[in-house]
């Protein structure tokens, strides 16, 4: 199937070039960007332009940050394509139950990713907690926005997260693996004085889980999901990639593996099925630590 790719930045360049070249599904056809582009992929600025150019092409990838990826969405779906989206799928949920409206009364397939999920060890770790109660939890995502993010100061104004950027992947693992859903009941968000969005935040949700996110950690980066259940403890490492049960390491590599091929294969295959997947519940998570969030001013924050 031909596709199109709309954001040629660091996420597109890093991940989903890679991942659609090596894929059997896919050709990229087209791309969409202010500024990137492809070698040897027809280029366009405006993404009016490129649906108008290139009727063959049946979906379209969007790796836009989240403010302004509704409108792009919304044109290729008017436009009669089939939609990817990259995480957070929108800036708002009520855009996202918009597009998946739209979608629906279409016929069209959208599907609201989350890289994590794809982890190597997810499956194994919610296959293992299906049959247990979890007791208490505690998730540490730490990481440096100057490595991640290189100068892209759209993640801390408003609809770019801030640190829940990162720690939004911490929560789409946490809802796929849970037997039970949790919910959040109090929040602290830490703001640096010159930034719309938060640079760290703690979480603390039903079932005595709680959450530490950290934008501002140097050197070696820590992406853990420890739990206790009424069968001892298990624990997610390396952003889902290394499980462990007890102290032993049960399934999972030390290197990332490939979530975005992954990804790509399942849009394929809910393009040939005519179906939709487009789950919120790592975004309701994070509206509501916003929403329930004692917001603390601390030092400012440059790149």
């Known amino acids: 199937m031909k596709l199109a790719l709309v954001g040629i930045g660091k996420i597109a360049l890093d991940q989903h ?19 990137g582009t ?17 009727p063959e092409i049946e979906v379209v990838s969007l790796c836009l940050p989240p403010v302004p990826r509704f409108l792009a969405a919304r044109a290729a779906l008017e436009a009669g394509r089939h939609v990817m989206l990259e995480k957070p799928p929108g800036a ?9 409206a739209m979608a629906s009364a279409r016929g069209l397939t959208l599907f609201a990713t989350w890289h994590s999920r794809m ?15 979890v007791q208490s939890g505690r998730i540490t995502w730490r990481e440096d926005v100057r490595k991640w993010h290189p100068g892209q100061d759209w993640v801390f104004e408003p ?6 950027d990162p720690g939004i992947n911490a929560l789409s693992i946490l809802t796929e693996i849970l037997p039970a859903p949790v919910h959040l009941t109090s929040a602290e968000l830490e703001f640096p004085a010159n930034r719309q969005a938060p640079i760290a935040v703690r979480l603390n949700f039903t079932g005595a889980i709680e959450a530490d996110f950290d934008w501002r950690q140097e050197g070696p980066q820590t992406w853990d999901i420890e739990l206790e259940t009424d069968a001892g403890s298990m624990a997610l490492r390396l952003g889902g990639n290394v499980l462990e049960i007890g102290v032993a390491k049960a399934e ?5 593996m490939e979530e975005y091929p992954a990804l790509y294969a399942r849009m ?6 005519g179906a939709s997947d487009v789950d919120l519940a790592p975004m309701v998570h994070v509206a509501d630590a916003f929403l329930l969030g004692r917001r603390t001013a601390v030092e400012d ?3």
Do not use: N
């Open 17 to 35: 070039v890679p991942a659609i070249a090596a894929s059997s599904d896919w050709e990229l056809a087209a791309t969409v960007s202010r500024h």
């Open 38 to 54: 492809v070698e040897g992929v027809p280029a366009y600025t405006q993404i009016e332009e490129m649906l108008s150019a290139h």
């Open 92 to 100: 708002t949920l009520a855009e996202v139950h918009t597009l998946e």
């Open 119 to 133: 982890a190597h060890a997810v499956a194994a770790a919610k296959a293992w907690l299906a049959d247990r109660k």
């Open 159 to 164: 609809g770019g997260m801030g640190v829940f």
């Open 252 to 256: 999972g590599a030390e290197s990332i």
């Open 268 to 273: 394929a295959e809910l393009v040939r099925q």
């Open 301 to 303: 924050f440059e790149f």
